[in-house]
């Protein structure tokens, strides 16, 4: 456990979108770490961020060969992961980035490749796995109250983005799509909970060659192009003998799918959004009525986001506070590169098998990240 003296990782924000505001609020939550610059193709919404939590806002390269930063976290969107966290790693800077690690997994290859080679630190989105009801899933497969894993279902259904994203397009190319987008949650979840994916087979359809934006902005009305599969039906064949059926699609109206459920020789396991670190986790024993745990209560489970009218948990920084942690204590992150690439390989390979009606063979490895005890989790707190 580190000591309460433990130098703090000085972080530059490369993006300043979105989701850099959850980062940037739960910064100040976490011990190891501190954000003190940010940039953004965007002068001005770098400008923004920076006046609102007392940051430096600077340009890209500068950032990046700024010898005070030890570690750029990349909120870009994901076609400009690889060349900003590759820019960084060859600066000699660690880095964390959002999902995906890169839009192949030969980016992803080269840059867990590149960090290692350089003795440096990667890690990536999402560390959602890390919050409460994750924790409190993870124990109890531990403890194994499903006993060995046999099968399951992993569900993301929905509409799309064009209906509340004032500018989707980017979202139905290459690179993204509804298994690239949301996969890395539910994926990510299931590899925590079981290990690595060994075979893959899956199909895959688009509903719609055109979509209309609906969402109020300058391109409200106006229609795109999709260059990407919609709804992808997937079966998972992990290491430890589990199939799973993975289905995501963006061409659902209404659905009543749960997100996760595993099912074993001793119950069934019901999770939550995975996308969200918080949620009711629910257990059967051999069909017993299911036990609820509600993990609001429970460390990173509490209902904080979004600020104005809170409905759900968010604690991104999770993930890189473990990742500093990590380089204090000289072990591997728990959301490390090695897991995103493995993930990002799973997720290559899903298209690929849905494009071709081929059966995939994982061939990189990875270890099942080691669990985030209670105590361990609670000492990331400042």
């Known amino acids: 456990m580190a000591q309460k003296d433990e130098p703090k990782l000085k972080i530059g924000v490369v993006g300043c979108g979105n ?25 001005e919404a770098a400008g923004r ?37 590759m820019r960084a790693l060859s600066a000699g800077k660690h880095v964390f980035t959002e999902k995906p690690l890169g839009v192949t997994a030969d980016e992803g290859r080269k840059l867990v490749d590149a960090a290692a080679s350089r003795g440096l630190a990667i890690g990536s989105a999402p560390d959602t796995f890390l919050g409460a009801a994750g924790r409190h899933a993870r124990r109890l497969m531990e403890a194994g109250a499903i006993g060995k894993p046999v099968t399951g279902t ?34 990510t979840m299931m590899v925590n909970l079981m290990g690595p994916v060994r075979r893959v087979q899956a199909v895959a359809t688009s509903g719609q060659e055109e979509r209309l934006i609906t969402a109020d902005g300058p391109k409200k009305g106006t229609s795109f192009k999709v260059g990407t599969p919609t709804s992808l039906l997937s079966l998972l064949e992990f290491a430890c003998g589990a199939t799973v059926t993975f289905g995501a699609s963006w061409d659902v ?18 999770l939550p959004d995975p996308d969200n670190f918080g949620g009711v986790v629910a257990l059967s024993r051999h069909g017993a009525p299911w036990e609820e745990t ?12 979004p600020v104005a009218l809170p409905d759900r948990a968010n604690y991104r ?46 061939a990189g490895k990875t270890e099942q990240p080691r669990e985030l005890r209670e105590d361990e989790a609670r000492s990331l707190l400042a």
């Open 19 to 43: 989701i850099s505001l959850a980062y940037m609020r739960n910064a100040p939550l976490f011990r190891g770490v501190e954000i003190t610059a940010c940039a953004d193709l965007d002068i």
């Open 49 to 85: 961020r920076a006046e609102a939590f007392g940051l430096r806002a600077t340009d890209v390269d500068s950032l990046i060969d700024d010898e005070d930063i030890d570690l750029v976290l990349n909120l870009t969107i994901p076609a400009a992961h690889f060349d900003v966290s």
């Open 154 to 187: 992993a569900f993301m259904m929905g509409r799309g983005m064009e209906h509340w994203h004032p500018d989707p397009s980017f979202y139905y190319q290459p690179g993204a799509g509804p298994v690239m987008d949301m996969g890395p949650y539910y994926l």
């Open 253 to 270: 109206f209404r659905h009543s799918n749960h997100p996760i459920e595993l099912h074993g020789t001793e119950g069934s396991l019901r």
């Open 294 to 305: 509600d993990t609001a209560d429970a460390l990173f489970g509490a209902v904080n986001w």
């Open 317 to 362: 920084m999770l993930g890189l506070a473990d990742l500093a942690r990590s380089i204090v204590e000289g072990r591997a992150p728990r959301a490390s590169g090695t897991l995103a690439l493995h993930v990002l390989e799973v997720m290559e390979a899903i298209l690929r098998a849905g494009e071709t009606g081929v059966g995939q063979t994982i």
